[in-house]
């Protein structure tokens, strides 16, 4: 899908990469962070919010790397300092995702001199524009072994064991993302309401898409499915703006320049 366009005289208009183009009743975009349905609705467009994280995953970690098991235990672990963080998260069949998250540029890997202070700590020349290949696994290990120098060495493990890096810059929409309604277009979960990851975004999207089928399945005729469309935005506004607040203010607190405030963050959501 490249386009879609509302209002024809048949209804909603998609097109398609190959040419080819349809017409609806309704067309959802249900289709992630950098929507093509968003356009048709809203020209709002996801931001950089200043972390960046780099996801590395780890295998039978039961068995092949025991001790980080044990560390991670059976759920999920965080580890917080100044402006950076590391977080594992327990998957099914022994898969760890391991997330290293820190406060940078959007552009920190061109120049790990200038952007991160990481040149001398990797074993380079100093005063030289050292950039990182992101397609270099041992490069981008070494570069975050250098960003993370002088935590624990157990801690450091999850990086050292770590495989598959992944950069993913941590986008986000408008706290408070809404449209004036089009007839025949909707948008839900990241398409809508982009936000920090924080637990929230795939459960909303999960809880949209349910109340969106029962909306339109409840509907009792065609005439009556866009009044539907307008009661679920209205809806999913009002929620996804109250979590957009709470997942953006969590994310400057858990990646931030005093860690105190992330161990806060915990007791507060803990206690109530």
């Known amino acids: ?113 200038r952007h991160m202070g990481l040149n001398r700590r990797a074993g380079t020349d100093a005063g030289l524009d050292v950039g990182l290949d992101l397609a270099d696994v041992e490069a981008v290990r070494s570069s975050l ?39 025949g277009v909707t948008l839900l979960g990241d398409a809508a309401h982009l936000m920090p990851p924080l637990g929230v975004g795939a459960n909303l999207a999960m809880l949209e898409g349910a109340e969106l089928a029962e909306s339109v399945a409840a509907a009792p005729g065609p005439d009556d499915l866009d009044e539907a469309v307008r009661a679920f935005e209205e809806q999913m506004w009002a929620r996804a703006g109250r979590w957009a607040k709470i997942t953006t203010a969590g994310l400057e607190r858990l990646v931030s320049p005093d860690p105190t405030e992330a161990l806060a963050l915990f007791d507060e959501v803990q206690s109530s």
Do not use: C
């Open 1 to 113: 899908m490249t386009e879609v366009v509302p209002g024809t005289q048949d209804g909603v208009l998609v097109r398609f990469a190959d040419g080819r183009q349809e017409t609806f009743d309704l067309v959802i975009g249900a289709d992630g962070a950098w929507s093509r349905v968003r356009p048709a609705v809203s020209s709002a467009t996801p931001h950089y919010t200043g972390v960046t994280a780099v996801e590395a995953s780890l295998d039978d970690v039961d068995t092949r790397h025991p001790d980080v098991g044990r560390l991670i235990g059976d759920g999920s672990m965080a580890v917080y300092g100044v402006n950076r963080a590391l977080v594992a998260q327990r998957n099914s069949g022994g898969h760890v995702k391991v997330f290293a998250q820190f406060r940078a540029p959007l552009d920190w890997h061109t120049n790990l001199d």
């Open 145 to 183: 072994l250098a960003l993370f120098d002088g935590w624990a060495t157990p801690v450091l493990d999850l990086l050292r064991h770590g495989t598959a890096f992944v950069h993913r810059p941590l986008y986000v929409l408008p706290v408070s993302h809404t449209w004036a309604h089009v007839p």
